[in-house]
């Protein structure tokens, strides 16, 4: 994926706000690319923007009211500032089409995944007056691919999007509906985007997909997920590969064997198993049960025994009894796990969980939700002062020792966004420096230490 330069002759301001998660953070940097290749200027205010792009997601019912809070925030820019069009892109008009433009007038241009690659001939044929359709959807077939250019928006660590789509018909889930089947990316193109990235200076690659290792699934001899780490090992200048959504049923002898035995893939694993009750598990469409969950967790850390694990829990599933709930409850205490995350689950439309009965009143939903958010805070901050007097490789992200603002980064452990933070209260490093960092204090899902020198 090639790099772009801002057009000096750019006559048109053109702004983006990215929603949603990191695969909808690539696709918002590859828009942003094609368009400065067009000629756009490219601002991070929107308030200066004669242009505004919102990349929306709409997963679930939060992400829906997320995505339109958003829109009509900056639709309130078109009327009062210089914004002359205003276009919604990704995820939500895939979901609902047409309901769109007769619900917001406001939005010059709607356009889905699968029509990314005609924004700039959309964009010129709105500005020419050419009375273009507002509704642009096709079954999405787009996927990253080295000739379209990326503007990143980080230049220390990037996201690389190795698919796109989903073939799991997971049955709470839209993703299959609004994103397509799973399709993956050759690894020649891979190899070729992350080598131009690391000649940017990226150093931490985080690798991303709807199912990471159902990579190579569909290509001609299918290659796996462990090939293709192999392959971006050898690229120079990347120091961390990182693995995020990982479906539980796909981590093979073999994966674990390629992250274990590779230097640069840290041993740290992002899988997403959803419930741990059987019957729930069933109902959700999840190909395991509780005793698959456990033996594989024990090999994982039989195989890495500093191994950090994230994971996704899902509550308030229809059926989920107080006596389910406690199940997880209970499992959450006894794996221990790194980092957690916790979902509310939202009934949406065109689903097969949205037809079950036993569906689960909001307010207890809100109370299991909390519930696990605190005993995982309790368990990570545990966890977190376990590592005070260590010392630890920090990638520095945020700061500059020169005009006073304080240092921030993250260790190996700790993936972009998600997983806190490190606060260096000394020492003196650069953004994208990778240091070594002694931790003096421990919060929750953050640390505190001082730098001891630097390493990469």
């Not at 990314?116 to 359709?133: A, C, M, Q, T, V």
């Not at 299959?176 to 799973?182: A, D, K």
């Not at 985080?206 to 199912?211: L, Q």
């Not at 290509?219 to 780490?229: A, C, Q, V, W, Y």
Request: aromatic share 6%; glycine share 8%.
């Amino acid at each position: 994926m090639r790099g772009v330069k801002k057009s000096r002759n750019a006559s048109k301001r053109i702004s983006l706000v990215s929603l949603g998660c990191p695969k909808n953070l690539v696709d918002s940097e590859i828009i942003l690319g094609m368009l400065a290749q067009a000629g756009y200027a490219i601002t991070s205010q929107p308030e200066d923007s004669e242009i505004i792009i919102i990349n929306t997601c709409s997963f679930i019912e939060a992400a829906v009211r997320e995505s339109l809070q958003t829109i009509l925030e900056l639709a309130q820019i078109k009327e009062h500032g210089p914004c002359r069009f205003l276009v919604v892109c990704g995820c939500l008009p895939q979901r609902y089409k047409d309901k769109l433009t007769h619900l917001l007038s406001e939005v010059d241009l709607f356009v889905g995944p699968g029509g990314f690659s005609l924004l700039p001939e959309l964009l010129r044929d709105l500005d020419e007056k050419k009375g273009i359709s507002r509704l642009h959807i096709s079954t999405p077939s787009f996927i990253p691919d080295i000739a379209i250019p990326r503007l990143p928006s980080t230049l220390h660590m990037a996201y690389v999007k190795i698919a796109d789509g989903c073939s799991n018909v997971c049955s709470y889930c839209t993703i299959p509906q609004i994103r397509g089947s799973f399709r993956s990316r050759s690894i020649d193109s891979i190899i070729q985007e992350v080598t131009q990235l690391a000649n940017m200076g990226v150093k931490e690659v985080n690798v991303v997909a709807h199912d990471t290792t159902a990579y190579g699934l569909d290509l001609p001899g299918s290659p796996g997920l462990k090939d293709l780490l192999r392959a971006l090992s050898s690229i120079n200048g990347i120091r961390w590969i990182r693995i995020l959504y990982a479906h539980p049923k796909r981590i093979t002898k073999s994966l674990i064997e390629a992250i274990r035995d590779n230097n640069k893939v840290i041993n740290y694993l992002d899988i997403p198993i959803q419930h741990i009750n059987p019957d729930i598990l069933k109902a959700m469409n999840r190909p395991y049960n509780d005793y698959y969950i456990r033996n594989l967790i024990d090999r994982l850390r039989k195989a890495m025994p500093h191994i950090v694990l994230r994971t996704t829990l899902m509550v308030g599933f229809p059926h989920e009894t107080d006596k389910v709930f406690q199940e997880l409850v209970d499992f959450v205490k006894e794996i221990q796990f790194d980092h957690l995350g916790v979902f509310k689950y939202s009934k949406e439309g065109g689903t097969k969980a949205a037809t079950f009965e036993g569906h689960i009143p909001e307010k207890v939903k809100e109370l299991r939700y909390r519930t696990l958010m605190e005993l995982q805070a309790q368990i990570s901050l545990s966890k977190n002062r376990s590592l005070v007097g260590t010392t630890q490789e920090v990638i520095i992200e945020e700061g500059d020792n020169r005009v006073g603002a304080p240092l921030k980064g993250r260790t190996s452990h700790q993936a972009p966004d998600i997983d806190g933070i490190v606060y260096i209260t000394k020492g003196s490093g650069a953004i994208g420096d990778i240091v070594d960092v002694t931790i003096t204090e421990a919060c929750a899902y953050d640390l505190i230490g001082e730098v001891k020198g630097k390493i990469f």
